[in-house]
């Protein structure tokens, strides 16, 4: 089995490190050929020096399946466009970023139309992934899963945590959704351990009590594991700003909840809590403090 | 009619004032003597020189009445106790202020043992109640609830705004439920007004647009007129500080709420964004970029 | 001052009332002929037997005005595509309907290309309009605006409660909020009112405190007056489903508050509110119960 | 060692199994007998037939520690008071229930100055925990803490899980924080699986999905392990009602946050989607109905 991967990052270098440990042939290319050249000379990996030279190197294979992890939106579109004049029909183009479904069902029809196989495949597992095995959900036709089977369970945990989940869009979709549930765990234990945090009359030990979780008690998670993991290192936290990123994902999914008519608060809570997190303006605050004063006098704190 | 009012304060002292310029008399005390003299020289207040004396003056009514106007907590639990001894059977105590109904059902029962007449009355309106007049909802007996009504009718508008609610506890109730839709009814302007703010694209004026919204609109309210004239004057707000207040009535609606086991989510959202206002230390964002960080390589934004 | 209005509906039927009581012409079209001839007879509305007809009843005008009334949508777009071979340069079309602001912008590019003027206008003031004005608020060029002022003038109370707030979209996008606003107003008030229902040992009249409330208090508002009166006729409701329907516009604040990375809770709890009381199948409630059963043995309850 | 247990219900009776598998003598009473007997004659349980019998059962111990593990509240406050009689100075109550830490820390507090230690609990593991082992959060003195240690290991899985935390009052407090971020994960799951179900489009398996986010994912977790389990069996959820109940702890943590003043959106949102299940009412929902109704002409969906 050979395939090519495009965008050897964080997520795509160790992805094909990992096929390369279970014996899947991998063509690597990059803009940093620095990634290229150390992946190849440390684990094997057939160096590109091109998208068309990867291409190129699939030569002989029955179907040439090409990879691409890439940031979502416009350097995936037009990677994907780039694709379609080296690749022939039957060809597969497999999407394994973080794309927004709808984008991944308009490629898809697109590609159709072209002649080309394509699979929008959901990745989780993070910088653990190359260890432990990654979590891959993906969407296609049956054709084309079944084609790249081999490929998901070289990436996977014991040929587990891989699936074909349904037409093209859905590999996506289902990531997002797994990416919204993560937000709301993620606010469940940040809010529970800053209450534990403020109860300073009992001076309690986060790092006890998260490791102390991970054995029976009814939360225990991954995500609570490198959280204890962490706090065992540093608790104060003191040198880490109270800003925190979020993703296409984390929105899409308040949206999708909009567009089905579904009520989904804590994952929309969860969301809006980053985006205070990111506000340094802070001017519906002031608004409120302005309507206090207006209304009842109360004074207002001024910078 | 004659009654004693002790707190002159923000609202206590304009209260005196409406009440005097409606034909009713008032004893007034506060510990601010200044408040006291100022008051009974402008409005003819009759000025005591302390509770004792304000309560002496009221001798020869039918029943003394008196109104508290005080901080919620233990200043008006202690005042309540210090009058006890000073009053007779079937005198009055009104608590005006922002007490906890649960206190004041507590209060209630225990004056009723001494044979003294509770009256726990909600008092809205801000600083605006002296000129527009004052809204109130107090709880009660029948028979003490008919005694203040020529009070109320002197302390609102075209005697309209003040209504018996209920027994003992319920005024104060009333009163903590409507601060808990202000709450909200505050957020909802505050969210919308930011996301006008935010359209950078379309340049808007706000103050314009609370300007017209106060004609017709299905949001018109005092608080809109309020918000629409402060904002005439700086939209800016540059010098205020991304900090709100908040008081006991918002906090109580909520566990109410969850007491009740009711859904209340606006009036709870609503509350914990001047929460987050008021958090300078941002634990939980930290803890939420301390987990990204663990599982995904996600860089952390350090201070 | 001549213009035509197509859609007379529940809106635009009131709408072309207040226009001819305030001495505009307006030539009327819909679909429902009932609808045209009651106002022509009534008064004195000039009929028109189909759009085409409308526009033609407008040529002597220096500018054509079109004021299309109609269900936000296909309905609104293809009128508007409809209309553009029956124009000529210079002319407007209006759209006072509850279109999605980025529609709004996409047609009125198009139409600029067309050589028509395109003004978007958020209308609020419901079935109360006729009556008591409409507030609007809309977005076009100065000139368009200037236009159509007497219009506006005309439909608003005492030339107040509109304004030209920007560019084509701002008008469309300033109601999107405004019925936010709305939704957290609303659904500030309804859980505050069912927090006093539920309040049982207190035996409140719902109907006594929100009309005690319109005068004085803080929360006194438009949406307080017409519950107060909806309630003093009724206030077990226990004919009412419990079920809210919502619209797009609601909707689109959310979308809009995700797309700016604006923390808006209110706004979306309000609108999840809703959702919920449209959801009858309840499956992540049934979840929920089946985690907790397989966690704890905690009983289901069963159908 | 040696102790007794009051209570042997779902969580009580597999405790003492498992202390009697792991080398530790329990004396049991309930006021079930045929749990009483069940576990003697099954797992060498020594039977009490009453709760002075179970005491007199521990004499000859260093320090006699009883084990309560009954409903929080009145029942298990009572039951403390009625053991206070048959200790001694220096035994030991442990409080393994979920109750209020607020009442904990009152309850250890009385029970220091009648000179018997306390131990107040928290313990999970549910159903799971006979065979997991159980986690345990305790709070007391050092010497307390000391002296229970060998039961604690042996109701842990290798030795880990347990801890004491703090003083009286922080078990119960970290085991009640454990139950809000429990609610807030299983919330959740059951949003972001309730918009799996959702997208009828792709006809999602969701018993494929949950199985699959088991290995790798970064939302795997016990929870989860639970869940993909049961969904296994059933994803229709049929004959499950859509309600959910809840207990003390998810209330008592939101509670705590408004306590703290600290924003816990996530767990007050998932404690409130429950309230919502539970109201078979909907008053809310009506007053939405007629507001729009009110302001909008819009039509009231009746029963």
């Given at each position: 089995?050979?395939l090519?991967i495009?965008?050897l990052g964080k997520m795509?270098?160790?992805?094909?490190?990992r096929?390369l440990k279970n014996?899947?042939?991998?063509?690597?290319?990059?803009?940093?050929?620095d990634?290229?050249?150390?992946?190849?000379?440390?684990?094997g990996?057939i160096?590109?020096?091109?998208?068309?030279?990867a291409?190129?190197?699939?030569?002989?294979?029955?179907?040439?399946?090409v990879?691409?992890m890439?940031?979502s939106?416009?350097?995936t579109?037009?990677?994907?466009?780039?694709?379609?004049?080296?690749?022939d029909?039957?060809?597969?183009?497999?999407?394994?970023?973080n794309?927004?479904?709808?984008?991944?069902?308009?490629?898809g029809?697109?590609?159709?139309?072209?002649?080309?196989?394509?699979?929008?495949?959901?990745?989780?597992?993070?910088?653990w992934g190359?260890?432990n095995?990654?979590c891959l959900?993906y969407?296609g036709?049956k054709?084309?899963a079944?084609?790249?089977?081999?490929?998901?369970k070289?990436?996977?945990?014991?040929?587990r945590?891989?699936?074909?989940?349904?037409p093209?869009g859905?590999?996506?979709?289902?990531?997002?959704?797994?990416?919204?549930?993560?937000?709301g765990m993620?606010?469940?234990?940040?809010?529970?351990?800053?209450?534990?945090?403020?109860?300073?009359?009992?001076n309690l030990d986060l790092a006890q009590?998260?490791?102390?979780?991970?054995?029976?008690s009814v939360v225990r998670?991954?995500?609570l594991?490198?959280t204890?993991?962490?706090?065992?290192?540093d608790?104060e936290l003191?040198?880490?700003a109270?800003?925190?990123?979020?993703s296409?994902e984390?929105?899409?999914?308040?949206?999708?909840a909009?567009?089905?008519?579904?009520?989904?608060?804590?994952?929309?809570v969860?969301?809006?809590?980053?985006?205070r997190?990111?506000?340094s303006?802070g001017y519906?605050?002031?608004l409120?403090?302005?309507m206090?004063?207006?209304?009842?006098g109360h004074?207002?704190k001024t910078?």
């Amino acid at each position: 089995m050979k395939l090519a991967i495009i965008g050897l990052g964080k997520m795509g270098g160790n992805m094909a490190r990992r096929l390369l440990k279970n014996g899947i042939e991998v063509v690597g290319f990059d803009f940093n050929q620095d990634a290229v050249n150390q992946i190849s000379q440390t684990n094997g990996m057939i160096p590109a020096s091109s998208v068309a030279d990867a291409v190129s190197k699939l030569s002989g294979e029955p179907k040439k399946i090409v990879w691409i992890m890439l940031p979502s939106g416009e350097i995936t579109e037009n990677q994907i466009k780039d694709l379609v004049p080296l690749l022939d029909k039957g060809d597969i183009i497999i999407d394994g970023g973080n794309s927004n479904y709808k984008h991944s069902q308009r490629r898809g029809a697109w590609l159709a139309e072209q002649g080309i196989d394509f699979i929008d495949c959901g990745t989780s597992g993070g910088v653990w992934g190359l260890e432990n095995g990654y979590c891959l959900m993906y969407g296609g036709t049956k054709e084309a899963a079944d084609t790249i089977e081999p490929i998901a369970k070289a990436l996977t945990h014991e040929d587990r945590g891989w699936a074909h989940v349904g037409p093209i869009g859905s590999g996506h979709f289902t990531k997002m959704i797994h990416n919204g549930i993560e937000y709301g765990m993620m606010q469940a234990f940040a809010e529970g351990l800053d209450l534990l945090k403020g109860k300073e009359e009992f001076n309690l030990d986060l790092a006890q009590i998260t490791e102390l979780w991970r054995h029976g008690s009814v939360v225990r998670s991954w995500l609570l594991d490198l959280t204890a993991e962490a706090l065992a290192h540093d608790q104060e936290l003191s040198s880490i700003a109270p800003y925190v990123a979020d993703s296409g994902e984390g929105r899409w999914t308040v949206v999708e909840a909009v567009d089905q008519g579904v009520a989904a608060p804590v994952l929309t809570v969860a969301l809006q809590a980053r985006f205070r997190s990111q506000d340094s303006k802070g001017y519906s605050y002031k608004l409120l403090s302005l309507m206090r004063n207006a209304f009842g006098g109360h004074a207002v704190k001024t910078k």
